[in-house]
């Protein structure tokens, strides 16, 4: 009987040591509410909040308020991470729908569409009445297509980026090829440039060669007529009289005597003929 007196003062004596726990949080709570609200001075209600869930790591209402107070003054991660707190400490889906339907509105601020979807989707299985989450979430989910269909976007143009990249690469390779063949023919052009020149240099040789006597020197058929020419100026006399136009050639004025002569002979025969013919002939004397 007294064991049982005991144990029942330990059961209220814990009771009132959670009431007290529980009280102590909600001033400091509140006292972080009037210093934000009325001072706006977020550090110092930063720090009651964080009293307050130190001294009730239970207390999901500590935990939602310091995670909005994150969310006014732009720090998404931090309110993010107290709202998945808040809900996981909540006993009334109220107080889960609420938080939820917070951490949907983070996830809006920082473009995370399809986590902020989600958040709405599990605000509204603990309070499906609620319009505004659901108008949220109408939101969330055109925002998470047209994130969708950009992300689309920009990979296709990533992709032809890539492409184009490629073709462009392709295209330089092609050009280095054609270089190189182009090179390459420009050599082979002068190789038979070479070739040509290392030819005809060996007809030249060759004719050259030709023009060599039996010792191997030089034929000069030049210097041999220009030597005949210089034998011809010094005989004189053997040189031929150059005609002067309008005069007759020697041979042609022997000709013409010779036929003179012949003429002239035959006229002197005729005359001889008559005379001949005109005179008594002579007989011979007899024995």
């Given at each position: ?37 009325k ?10 909040y964080?009293?307050a ?23 998404y ?13 909540a ?35 603990n ?20 994130q ?8 296709d ?13 392709q295209?330089k ?5 054609d ?95 008559k ?13």
């Amino acid at each position: 009987m007294i064991l049982l007196c005991f144990q029942i003062g330990i059961i209220f004596s814990q009771e009132d040591n959670r009431e007290e726990i529980e009280a102590e949080a909600n001033q400091f709570v509140a006292a972080g509410n009037e210093v934000l609200i009325k001072d706006g001075n977020f550090p110092k209600a930063e720090g009651e909040y964080r009293k307050a869930i130190a001294k009730n790591p239970v207390n999901p209402t500590a935990k939602y308020n310091l995670a909005n107070a994150y969310y006014n003054t732009e720090k998404y991660d931090e309110a993010s991470q107290r709202y998945t707190e808040a809900v996981k400490t909540a006993s009334s889906k109220a107080e889960k729908h609420k938080a939820f339907h917070n951490q949907g509105n983070t996830y809006m601020e920082q473009k995370k569409y399809k986590e902020a979807v989600e958040a709405y989707k599990s605000a509204l299985r603990n309070n499906p009445k609620d319009d505004e989450t659901r108008y949220n979430l109408a939101l969330a989910k055109q925002k998470k297509e047209e994130q969708q269909k950009q992300d689309d976007q920009n990979k296709d143009n990533k992709d032809n980026k890539d492409d184009n990249k490629d073709q462009k690469d392709q295209n330089k390779d092609k050009e280095g090829e054609d270089k190189e063949d182009k090179k390459e023919d420009k050599k082979e052009g002068e190789d038979d440039k070479e070739k040509k020149r290392d030819e005809g240099e060996d007809k030249k040789d060759e004719k050259g060669e030709d023009k060599k006597d039996e010792k191997g020197d030089p034929k000069d058929e030049g210097k041999d007529k220009q030597e005949d020419k210089k034998e011809g100026e010094g005989k004189p006399e053997e040189q031929q009289p150059q005609q002067v136009q309008g005069q007759l050639s020697p041979q042609q004025v022997k000709s013409l005597l010779e036929a003179m002569n012949n003429e002239e002979k035959k006229v002197q025969d005729k005359i001889n003929a008559k005379k001949a013919k005109g005179a008594k002939t002579r007989t011979e004397k007899d024995w």
